[in-house]
Structure formats: C-alpha cells, structure tokens
C-alpha cells in the first residue's frame, strides 16, 4: 500500500473513530456514583472543611456543623438531605445495596429506585430503616414515612412503616401511630425541600449535556428561562414529559435519567397534595 493511500485509510479510521466517540458521548450518561452538595453553613468530609460539590468514597465521614446543611446523593437514586449536627458514615456504596450509617441529629431520605439500586439502607445504633422506593424522615429513636413503606429493624424486631405513619422507640419500648398534623406538615416541608434536590440533580443531568442543549436551544429558538419555564409545565404535569422525550431522534440515557427525576418530582407534588387534604 502506498504512502499516501495509508494515510488516507488512517484518516478515514480517525474519522469513523472520532464518530463514534462523539455519538457515544451524545447517548450515554456517566452515573456518579456519590455526590456531596453543601446548602449552607459549615460541612466537613473527613475533618476538612468543604464548601463545593465533591464526589465521595466508601468508608467517608461526612459531618455537618451547627449551621451545615447538606445534600448526599447516592448513584443518582438516593437523596439524603442533612440537618445540622448530624454525622454520616458511607458504609457500602454498591450500586444495587448502597448503606450508610447515621450518628446523631436527623435526615430526610428520598430514593427514586433509579439505575439499577434495588435497595437503601440508613442505620443509627441498633435501628436500621431499609426501603425500597419511598420518602422518610430518620433520626434516633424515631421515623417518619412520608412516601411508600419503610422495613424498620430494632433489636432485632422487625416492624412494616407505611405512609404518614410513624414510629419511635421510648425507653425501649416501639410505639406505631399516625402522624400528627404538626408532623404532616413537617413532611410537607421537607417533601418541597427534596424537591428542589432533584430539580438539582435534574440540573446536572442537563449540564452534562452543554453541546447537545446548546444545539437544541439554536434550532429550536429556546432561552434558558424557555427551558426552565418548560421543566416547570412538565413537573405540574402542564406537559406529557413521555410524551416529549417520545420526540427525541435518538434514544438518550441522559433523556431517560430526566424523565425518571421528573416523575418523582411528580409523584412528590402528589404526595403533598394528599398532605394538604389532611391539614
């Protein structure tokens, strides 16, 4: 083969790689497999200080401070936010059974069942809550179920949580009630509070598609408060979100991931609903 004709095939390989590179990177979406956002205030991870987005690993201690609120997001299907004074362990972070292990002041879970995890475990001491697509309020010697069931373990004992129920451990003892009204609309906050968490991770989702958002926004005349305005319309269900994403030409995992978030943005907003009809 000549010369010239080898660097011509080279080309041409370069190309078609170069193709395939891109298309790929266009379709696939990296998950992160743990996420840490800091609200507000002061939030360490290992005894340093963070104050930015960083990503996490197995066996990390996060502890927030007298001020310090923040947000733990696990393979993009757990959302943990997380009052002041409470420390968090990263247990486990397999993607089918993440765990984590809570010491001291409270947190409020929220897990979509996104990606392939299965399952979520948060331990304190000797309770375990385990769930399986559900919103949930934990903190020592007491859980509130917002959303689904909870599977609570205590001392071995094992107790079914469902929705709006709640249940403590006083001096040893398990009590199962209904929430209070106070409690409901404690719910009801921290519900709007996770929402605003997946809107967050919906924002990233999006950011790891600048090109093709770009690209989009120029052939379809779209402005970033067009894009925001519509993202509201989908998440009050002015929009079919399936619907749209039926439009793509191609099959986009990023597409899918927000079509997942969006929906429980949805079923949230339902879920607070249900809340206001009983305050």
Do not use: C
């Amino acid at each position: 083969m000549g010369r010239k004709k080898k660097i011509l095939v080279g080309i041409v390989i370069f190309m078609i790689l170069m193709v395939i590179i891109l298309y790929s990177s266009l379709v696939s979406s990296k998950t992160i497999k743990s996420l840490l956002h800091v609200d507000s205030g002061d939030v360490e991870v290992n005894g340093k200080k963070v104050t930015k987005d960083i990503t996490l690993n197995e066996g990390d201690l996060i502890e927030t401070l007298g001020n310090g609120v923040a947000t733990l997001i696990l393979y993009e299907s757990v959302i943990i936010n997380v009052d002041p004074n409470t420390k968090i362990t990263l247990d486990e972070l397999s993607k089918k059974y993440p765990k984590i292990s809570q010491e001291g002041g409270e947190t409020w879970n929220k897990f979509t069942k996104m990606l392939g995890v299965v399952s979520y475990d948060n331990q304190i001491g000797n309770s375990i809550a385990s769930v399986r697509a559900t919103f949930f309020g934990f903190k020592e010697d007491k859980i509130i179920v917002g959303e689904g069931k909870v599977v609570f373990s205590f001392n071995d004992a094992t107790y079914n949580v469902d929705e709006f129920n709640v249940i403590e451990n006083v001096d040893g003892r398990i009590i199962q009630r209904k929430a209070t009204k106070q409690e409901l609309y404690e719910i009801k906050i921290r519900m709007e509070k996770s929402i605003e968490s997946l809107k967050y991770l919906r924002s990233l989702e999006i950011d790891k598609k600048t090109l093709l958002v770009s690209v989009i926004k120029s052939t379809q005349g779209l402005t970033d408060e067009d894009i925001q305005r519509n993202l509201g319309d989908v998440d009050n269900e002015l929009l079919d979100i399936d619907e749209l994403a039926e439009k793509s030409p191609i099959k986009i995992e990023s597409i899918e991931k927000i079509v997942a978030i969006t929906k429980s943005i949805q079923q949230m907003k339902e879920s607070i609903k249900k809340i206001d009809s009983q305050l």
